[in-house]
């Protein structure tokens, strides 16, 4: 089984639409959750990250936690064709390991 | 700022050749990491050095050969690579519970 899951996409959306991505994870002690964005070519950026249950929200992105359902989201408010990316969920689960799913494409149509 | 510096950006090396990435980071981060992505795939952990100090290493062949010569630098020794180790290579650093990366370096085996 693997650690971390998310569905691999394209996720397609109409530009202003809401984006929602997924993530699970197998390991029930993770603490730390995390979302990336890695463009093409480019490095992973962070833009969220969640350590408690319910909802945090930064500007047009909110992450959503649920320990007892092992699952993390981010919904994207007022998609933007700038939004189309690839977007990583992150476990942190011991000491210094993070471990990444396999990503989201997501694809904003103008 | 949360800035982790890798050269070079591009590499292309034979596969007799040795070469090294470097990775420099001046947060005062105490965690540090190599991590390699393919094409359409997430970042896969390589290396973990925590206080300066080798903490997790992922069965990576001995071709790569980390080093940390302080707590801001780390390195990645590369001998005799095959043309399958072409990737990405990021460099991360870590405080607490957010992990930030490097712009990555391309490398490619011919």
């Known amino acids: 089984q693997k650690e971390v899951e998310q569905n691999s996409g394209p996720l397609s959306v109409p530009e202003g639409a809401i984006a929602s991505l997924n993530c699970t994870y197998s390991?029930?002690?993770?603490?730390?959750f995390f979302w990336y964005r890695q463009y093409s070519g480019k490095s992973p950026e962070l833009i969220m990250s969640?350590?408690?249950?319910g909802d945090k929200e930064d500007g047009r992105f909110t992450a959503q936690l649920n320990k007892a359902s092992q699952y993390v989201s981010l919904l994207i408010r007022d998609s933007q064709p700038s939004d189309s990316a690839t977007y990583l969920c992150a476990v942190r689960n011991y000491g210094q390991n993070f471990v990444f799913g396999p990503g989201t494409r997501l694809s904003v149509l103008p | 700022d949360t800035e982790v510096t890798q050269t070079p950006k591009h590499l292309v090396m034979g596969m007799t050749n040795k070469k090294s990435l470097k990775c420099e980071q001046h947060m005062g981060h105490r965690a540090m990491y190599w991590y390699k992505q393919k094409a359409k795939k997430p970042p896969e952990l390589m290396f973990v050095?925590?206080?300066?100090?080798?903490?997790i290493n992922e069965s990576v062949p001995s071709r790569f050969s980390p080093e940390c010569p302080n707590s801001s630098l780390l390195n990645l020794h590369l001998h005799a690579l095959q043309p399958e180790d072409s990737a990405l290579y990021l460099c991360?650093?870590?405080?607490?519970?957010?992990?930030?990366f490097g712009e990555g370096s391309w490398l490619t085996v011919v």
């Open positions: 991360a650093s870590s405080q607490e519970n957010t992990i930030y």
């Open positions: 390991d029930r002690v993770s603490q730390s």
């Open positions: 050095y925590s206080y300066e100090k080798l903490s």
């Open positions: 969640i350590y408690s249950n």
